[in-house]
């Protein structure tokens, strides 16, 4: 064992507590080391920490943009609890009534009425043919409502381009929108015998949210919104690295490992 002050030798049986060679106090010279590393590596690894909350911050709430986004998001999930469209049959034997929204697929599943419907389109193939369309379609917009979710999700690590795909998934639902509107309003007319359509408003709704999503993810890319990062960070996070892969020695590195200019021009200050 060496001396951690001086590098002197010290003998396995030798119980002193200060160093023969220079009278220093081996256990609190260690604990000096010890501690000096730990600030080191909280240095470093608290850098990564405060990048990710910062880009939180920006991508979730750190703006009027961020916080509206949140709020399209979620009438956007409630939109489509509203009827887009609502279809039921005049036969004597069943009257099965399905209406085309979240809850209403829930309700349609849990009941059996889905399965009836699906039972009917070998005796009526167009009108049937006609409502799994629009199921179709509105799959497609619960699709892009979840994809747009998820990317609102996982946006923070590339705002921009998080954005950019939100925009691109919102205008596509908006489209698709505009599509189960159009067909809301057709269907009633176009169906006879023993299909009944009444349309309903939430494919209107869905459309006008969709847009506004797709508004609010343009102007965050428009107005540039990104995280203000400290650059020091971005040293910290690069050093880390290097610290774990093996390149660099984390106690040949000075405490703090980095140092502002405000920091140094008091450090010069104080010393003067």
Known sequence: M?????GGEIKRFDLAPNCKHCGVNIFYSQQKEFLARDAKKCELEYATARIIIERLKTNFIKGPLQILRIVAMLLAIGSIFIPFLTVSTNLNVVNPKFTFSALGFYNAFSDGTLFVLLDLTEYFPEESGLCLL?????????????????????SFINIKKGAKVMRVLAISGAVLCVICGGLSFILPSVFGGFLVAKSGVGAIVCSLVFVMIFIL???????????????LDIKRVEMRKKVKRGEVNIDDLSLPVFVSSDEKEKAVTKNE
């Open 2 to 6: 060496k001396c951690p002050n001086c």
């Open 134 to 154: 629009y199921a179709g379609l509105m799959v497609l917009v619960v699709l892009m409502g979840l994809g747009i979710f998820i990317g609102l999700i996982l």
């Open 217 to 231: 993810n343009h102007l965050i890319i428009k107005k540039n919104i990104a995280p203000e990062i400290d650059e």
